[in-house]
């Protein structure tokens, strides 16, 4: 089969190399498709080490075979691939909270092989764990990528009363904050904000992809803390989610809070520089609420689904480039240039090279 085998770092080559065979307890998938993302990028260039050479982890596929002993699971049947296994023993894990597993996780594309292949097996314990779920025919194989990482904002927007909430601030505008976003404004936050440092892709949001967002703010040119207190009347927004890698955007974000706002640290910082000064009485007397968000578990996954299948998250205008396997450096490095105008990169396994100028 073709895979795109990471050499070393920064170096990703397609090649032919053997189809795995699925063993006791274990599941071939036939890959259709799996979406690049901002983590898949850092393991391509080196900066994040894992245990695998073919990563990819936003999957959707077929049953192609099963091993002995597997149960539930249907060959020609059309599944998603959940990412994280727990331990299975934690209290977390008992609570099916497995990416807030005790003993630390593992993922599909990080501990085991991903999806950048035309095959991949899905190991015992991630079958066992219920890591692979079904789509229906009505969502596309294209689609369907995109319910991992709305998962992990389901995930990260659930500590939030959506409904309560009139105004929302997202830093980032790349696809998890847009996301983030849309699952806002699925939970009814009835006003958005999308802040951004580019210029270009706050246009594309709003012109090309017409994200249904209220504003679309450069946070270069524009003073957020002072933006947000004139667009509120002086009494600061209800929510800010912070989805870029950016420390200062955390003290920034607490700043433009009115009282008993919730800030949503959802991107993850820099390691090991990590740490950060704010002003703890901010969150003392506004009775801010703070919380985390840490990659999703089997009940968002499925709220993402429905979100997608429904028709309350429209996900086709998300996806702006599609690339067979063979170009997968091609899309990788789309994925990774603010300026080439994606937002959702995915690779097709079955689609034929596109030649230019042939």
């Known amino acids: 089969m073709k895979a795109a085998v990471i050499k070393s770092p920064g170096v990703i080559k397609v090649e032919e190399v053997e189809k795995p065979v699925p063993g006791e307890g274990e599941v071939l998938l036939k890959v259709k498709a799996c979406a690049i993302c901002g983590t898949d990028q850092r393991v391509l260039a080196g900066t994040k080490a894992v245990d695998v050479d073919i990563v990819g982890h936003e999957i959707s596929g077929t049953v192609e075979a099963l091993g002995h002993g597997v149960k539930g699971i249907e060959t020609g049947k059309r599944y998603i691939v959940q990412t994280v296994i727990g331990c299975g023993e934690c209290a977390a894990c008992r609570r099916e ?13 990080y501990q085991y092989k991903g999806g950048f292949a035309e095959y991949m097996v899905m190991p015992k314990v991630a079958v066992d764990q219920g890591c692979l779920i079904p789509i229906p025919d009505s969502l596309s194989d294209v689609e369907a990528t995109l319910i991992e990482p709305l998962s992990c904002c389901v995930n990260g927007m659930k500590y939030l009363p959506l ?38 892709r706050l246009d594309m949001l709003r012109d090309e992809i017409k994200l249904p967002f209220d504003n679309f703010i450069n946070s270069k040119t524009v003073d957020p803390v002072q933006w947000a207190r004139e667009a509120t009347g002086g009494r600061g927004v209800d929510a800010v989610v912070v989805a870029a890698s950016v420390k200062p955007l955390v003290a920034v974000g607490l700043k433009m809070l009115g009282k008993g706002g919730h800030l949503s640290i959802f991107a993850g910082m820099p390691k090991p520089d990590s740490e950060f000064p704010i002003d703890l009485n901010i969150i003392h007397y506004g009775e801010i609420n703070v919380h985390g968000a840490n990659s999703s578990a089997r ?30 450096n091609e899309g990788v490095a789309v994925q990774a240039d603010p300026a080439a105008g994606g937002l959702k990169i995915v690779i097709i396994p079955e689609q034929e090279r596109v030649v230019q100028n042939a």
């Open 163 to 200: 409904a309560d909430l009139d105004h929302v601030v997202i830093f980032g505008g790349g696809i998890i904050g847009v996301m983030n976003g849309l699952v806002c404004r699925a939970g009814g936050a009835k006003e958005i904000t999308i802040m951004d440092v580019s210029q270009e």
């Open 299 to 328: 009940a968002e996954y499925l709220e993402a689904r429905d979100l997608i299948v429904t028709g309350k998250i429209d996900a086709k205008p998300l996806i702006t480039h599609r690339f067979s396997l063979d170009d997968f």
């Open 97 to 109: 909270e497995h990416n807030l597993c005790e003993k630390g996780f593992t993922a599909m594309g």
